[in-house]
């Protein structure tokens, strides 16, 4: 079946490095990905939206600068976090979009 | 604005206890979906059903059972029966035309069973 396939699982990082985080579509064409991040305890809120081909939709307050959105093709989209900071240790998800939606595993970043 | 609410922050329960967990949601689309999703300590999201605006029908699986009804714009999750293994935060999503169909989710119950 469908699935989003989204590595690292979990990536620990020095303060100022970037970290990439990467979400493969298999057996289907994610023509949409959504990208969120979740603090803990906490619910887990829209950061971008990035159709394939096109520049991504940011979220207010989230700096596109700083998180870096590639979806370069319909199976693979990127999420770069760029001089990363330890209060952008998150859990970030990434959410596949075609008729249905489908969910990836999840990143786990500490940023140290 | 809030575009889902579930009121419920914790839940604690003891085992075999049945367990609904409430949520309302807000939008203006007639073309809308809704979700529940799991998120045990792992941390992954576990799909539990999507269900659209057009169909109202209840649904059940196994120990689950879903009550929707857009009078109340109200969309309630019971779990009959429950196990310990059922602990885990449980979210409610809406899923519309107004946001290009990204999943806004609720803040999440966080369910307690205990044996």
């Known amino acids: 079946g469908a699935v989003v396939s989204q590595h690292p699982s979990w990536v620990i990082c020095k303060s100022g490095t970037s970290v990439k985080i990467e979400c493969r579509s298999l057996?289907?064409?994610?023509?949409?990905m959504f990208w969120y991040r979740q603090f803990p305890k906490q619910s887990l809120m829209l950061m971008a939206t990035?159709?394939?081909?096109?520049?991504?939709?940011?979220e207010q307050g989230v700096e596109k600068d700083k998180f870096l959105i590639n979806h370069a093709s319909l199976t693979l989209s990127t999420l770069t976090v760029t001089s990363a900071h330890p209060e952008d240790s998150s859990f970030y998800i990434c959410?596949?979009?075609?008729?249905?939606?489908?969910f990836g595993q999840g990143t786990r970043l500490t940023v140290v | 604005a809030q575009k889902v609410t579930q009121a419920q922050t914790e839940i604690s329960v003891v085992e075999k206890e049945d367990v609904t967990l409430d949520c309302v949601y807000e939008?203006?689309?007639?073309?809308?979906?809704l979700f529940w999703y799991k998120q045990p300590p792992s941390g992954e999201l576990v799909f539990l059903i999507r269900?659209?605006?057009?169909?109202?029908q209840n649904e059940i699986s196994g120990r689950y059972s879903w009550n929707f009804q857009k009078s109340t714009s109200s969309f309630n999750f019971t779990i009959t029966a429950s196990q310990v293994v059922d602990s885990a935060v449980y979210f409610c999503?809406?899923?519309?035309?107004?946001?290009?169909?990204?999943?806004?989710f609720g803040k999440g119950t966080s369910l307690l069973v205990t044996p």
């Open positions: 959410i596949g979009s075609s008729t249905e939606a489908f």
């Open positions: 057996d289907f064409q994610a023509t949409t």
């Open positions: 990035s159709n394939e081909g096109s520049k991504a939709t940011y």
């Open positions: 939008t203006r689309d007639t073309t809308y979906y």
């Open positions: 269900r659209n605006s057009f169909d109202e």
């Open positions: 999503a809406l899923s519309e035309g107004d946001s290009g169909y990204a999943l806004n």
